[in-house]
C-alpha cells in the first residue's frame, strides 16, 4: 500500500488524504470512486486540523485509532497538519507512505 500511495500523491492525482484512501481501496478491491470524499481534507483541512494521511487512515481502521494515531506520531513527531507541514524532517509524500504503511501493517497483524 505504501508506494501505491506515494506514487498517487507523487503524481498529483490527489492530496494526501486521497491518497491512503485510493491505496486502501485498491488494495481491498473497494470502489475508487469514494476517494473523492477525501478531496477536502488535504491541506489542513482534515477534521480537527489532523494530517489528512493520517485522517483517511482513521477512517478505514476507526477500531485501532489510538494504535495509528499512536504510531504515526511516533514516527512523524505529531498528527496535526499544522504542526508537520513546516518540519523539514518529513514531506507530506513522506506521511502519506506512513500512514499507508501503518494501515498495511495492521492487515498483516491480523
Known sequence: MKEYAK???AKHLGNCAMSVAAAWLNAHQGDM???ERFRSCGG???EG???GALYA??????????????????RCNGTL??????S???????RVGVAAEILDGLEESK
Open 7 to 9: 506514487d498517487y500523491h
Open 33 to 35: 470512486s469514494e476517494v
Open 44 to 46: 489542513g483541512r482534515a
Open 49 to 51: 486540523g489532523l494530517c
Open 57 to 74: 487512515a482513521l477512517q478505514y481502521c476507526p477500531a485501532q485509532k489510538d494504535k495509528i494515531t499512536e504510531e504515526f506520531r511516533k
Open 81 to 86: 497538519c499544522s504542526e508537520l507541514r513546516p
Open 88 to 94: 523539514k524532517n518529513h514531506t507530506c509524500n513522506d
